[in-house]
């Protein structure tokens, strides 16, 4: 595993749209295949196709950022093998995650077991009703939980 580092500056001079483009169709096989050895050729293909189209517009303009984005990505969807927000959690790891809203024992406290093994209703607990992530509705939790690679 690399060492965590801070990316340098990048000079105007040198990233327009196209540079970029370049560059990262350069760098994305050694960097996909350390960062995500376990991608498909087709999800490395759909990489550098949008990486080479988007990179530009989203300031992955050097090496250090594009081995930043393809650790968040390889982090967050598991290598690209889990591309769906994964709520389905047992009582044990409530338990363990969330011990300041969840007790077997403390009334003040949800029970875990009435939330153990439901997804959607642990989706509307973690993330329903939440004006800060725009669910105002009923099911919202559920409707946008995370879904792709970030």
Not at 119 to 140: V, Y
Request: net charge negative; proline share 6%.
């Amino acid at each position: 595993m690399r060492s965590a580092r801070r990316c340098r500056p990048t000079h105007a001079i040198t990233t327009t749209p196209r540079i970029i483009a370049v560059r990262i169709r350069a760098w994305l096989p050694e960097e996909i295949g350390e960062s995500l050895p376990s991608a498909t050729t087709a999800i490395k293909n759909e990489l550098e196709t949008l990486l080479s189209e988007y990179g530009a517009q989203f300031s992955i303009a050097n090496k250090c950022k594009l081995q930043h984005f393809l650790a968040q990505a390889a982090e967050e969807s598991d290598g690209l093998s889990d591309m769906t927000e994964d709520l389905y959690y047992s009582k044990e790891t409530l338990l363990t995650k969330y011990p300041h809203d969840f007790s077997e024992t403390d009334p003040n406290k949800f029970d875990p077991d009435d939330y153990a093994g439901q997804p959607q209703k642990m989706a509307e607990f973690l993330m329903g009703h939440d004006p800060i992530l725009g669910n105002t509705q009923d099911g919202d939790g559920w409707k946008y939980r995370g879904r792709g690679i970030l």
